[in-house]
């Protein structure tokens, strides 16, 4: 990739943060840039992860336990993000991606699993070329900072007000 | 699809909507789900369509011209917009597709190339278990109190100010 890489949030209480960052991923192997999608906090299997299969130049990794976070961390949930972190570390020394999704590292920082000092020596430790893409609620003020570009995703309307569950193909 | 469908409008001057209409097609189609991905105003091949030809479930129709259009649209524009507008409302009545996306129209309204009433009626005319999702700056407030789901994509801060192009399998 010829282009410098910058550094992408997307956060904010509404939907379309990870969706937005699938979406990223596809224009970049549309272009037959070589991609690598980490999920932090998030161990679940996605409707997502079976259409993502099909691309080879698209590596999937997660690093969260299959339940949600319920107000507190277990310690399996502190080792999960900080193996991404490490392997996210390690991609950035060894491999050659041109897009970098840190899915939920937002959350991650949220729930104390690693800092926002940790995180922003992510974003210092990426290659120059690579584009970096952070998603989730509650990016610090720091994270805001260091991003080139910061996208608030607000909910202005919600039908999960109306009493609507997840649904599989739509929001999982 | 089993599920209810639904509206949902992803607006604002922040980037990601399109690249989450995108995602959501991408779950949809991991789910084994049949989606229409219609963009409005943009005629313009981008990287994304590439990735998209993967997905025999996937159809892809772009009713616009190459160009932006600037301040005015020209008559092509008009033909193209409601060419497509006809084109969705036929796939209503004839298609199953489980998910439709309209790239865009908030802008074919916004430029007057069909009204947010048209809009509305063709929102009227989905099939029950179809999800829809509009994107695109400017959504009226009709589309808004029209919606079931309604995402702000809010500009925090961008790199464009920092006077970036639109770069390949990044913005294009």
Same sequence: chains 1, 2.
């Avoid at 922003?120 to 998603?135: F, G, M, R, S, V």
């Avoid at 900072?145 to 995703?153: H, I, N």
């Amino acid at each position: 990739m010829k282009n410098k890489g910058y550094t992408q949030v997307y956060t904010g209480n509404g939907k379309g943060k990870t969706t937005a960052a699938i979406g990223i991923s596809i224009r970049a192997l549309g272009a037959g840039f070589k991609v690598l999608f980490v999920q932090f906090v998030k161990g679940q299997k996605y409707s997502e992860h079976k259409a993502l299969e099909k691309f080879d130049n698209l590596t999937v990794k997660q690093f969260g336990r299959e339940g949600f976070i319920h107000s507190k961390p277990v310690a399996e949930d502190v080792e999960q993000a900080q193996k991404g972190y490490n392997f996210v570390l390690n991609a950035f020394k060894n491999d050659n991606y041109d897009v970098v999704v840190l899915d939920e590292a937002n959350i991650a920082v949220y729930f104390k699993l690693f800092s926002d000092d940790d995180l922003i020596k992510l974003i210092d430790a990426k290659p120059k070329n690579c584009e970096l893409i952070i998603t989730g609620r509650y990016a610090t003020q720091k994270i805001i900072d260091k991003a080139d570009l910061v996208t608030e995703m607000k909910d202005v309307k919600h039908y999960y007000t109306k009493g609507i569950n997840a649904r599989i193909g739509i929001e999982k």
